[in-house]
């Protein structure tokens, strides 16, 4: 499978709001409402931020928001503060063919 | 609370072989499907293999089909991830995770152990 499309690097200031697109195709992202997005620190493991498009674990911001639209999801980061600078990927089911999940590239998201 | 300590990590010669081993604590582990992910030095996330509840289930990535192996012990709350014929592609830190696949579909990472690192070179 092909890894889904994110921009390689975002930015914002605290306070602002800062949005991370997740683009794949019919067969994983446009076909299914199972996007996931992770959060890595740096020598950190990844935390799941959000799950199902737009559901957030229990203990996850309410900044922390996602949705989708057609091939592309996204993942908005509202009220920027210092300690959201890390990294974000993208996931998405693809089908019971397709045992695993496909992974965004990610993207370095960096508070100004 | 939720516990996933991998270990077995390590520098290993092209061609060698090593077994990762995956700790749980905190949760139904025989309840779950498991995985392994693995990040390679600087790169992205790439799901490398899961294992069903019972273990009557396992599939992997292309790339390791026929060299890895995973498994688990339910009694041991453990999980496992045999690697053969190591290559310097697979040089990457190795995350256990528990996933959350809900019966009417999707699958997601719901928790990460910290990783060992895997680093195939001579």
């Known amino acids: 499978q092909s890894a889904l499309t994110q921009p390689p690097s975002a930015s914002g200031s605290p306070g602002q709001s800062v949005t991370i697109s997740c683009t794949g195709t019919?067969?994983?992202?446009?076909?299914?409402?199972?996007v996931s997005w992770y959060q890595q620190h740096p020598g950190k493991a990844p935390k799941l931020m959000i799950y199902?498009?737009?559901k957030r674990p229990s203990g996850v911001p309410d900044r922390f928001s996602g949705s989708k639209s057609g091939n592309t999801a996204s993942l908005t980061v509202s009220g920027l503060q210092a300690e959201d600078e890390a990294d974000y990927y993208c996931?998405?089911?693809?089908?019971?063919?397709?045992?695993?999940?496909?992974f965004g590239g990610g993207t370095k998201l960096t508070v100004l | 609370e939720v516990q996933l300590v991998e270990s077995g990590g390590g520098l290993v010669q092209p061609g060698g072989s090593l077994r990762l081993s995956c700790a749980a604590s905190?949760?139904?582990?025989?309840?779950?499907?498991m995985s392994w992910v693995r990040q390679a030095p600087g790169k992205g996330l790439e799901w490398v293999a899961n294992?069903?509840?019972?273990?009557?289930?396992?599939y992997n990535v292309d790339s390791v089909k026929g060299r890895f192996t995973i498994s688990r012990d339910n009694a041991k709350n453990s999980l496992y991830l045999q690697m053969n014929s190591l290559r310097a592609e697979d040089t990457a830190v190795y995350y256990c995770?528990?996933?959350?696949?809900?019966?009417?579909?999707?699958?997601?990472?719901?928790?990460w152990g910290q990783g060992t690192l895997v680093t195939v070179s001579t």
């Open positions: 199902e498009v737009s």
């Open positions: 996931s998405s089911y693809a089908g019971s063919n397709n045992l695993g999940v496909v």
């Open positions: 294992i069903k509840q019972d273990g009557s289930e396992k």
């Open positions: 019919s067969s994983d992202v446009g076909d299914y409402d199972y």
């Open positions: 905190g949760f139904s582990f025989s309840t779950y499907w």
């Open positions: 995770a528990r996933e959350v696949r809900p019966s009417k579909g999707g699958s997601w990472y719901g928790d």
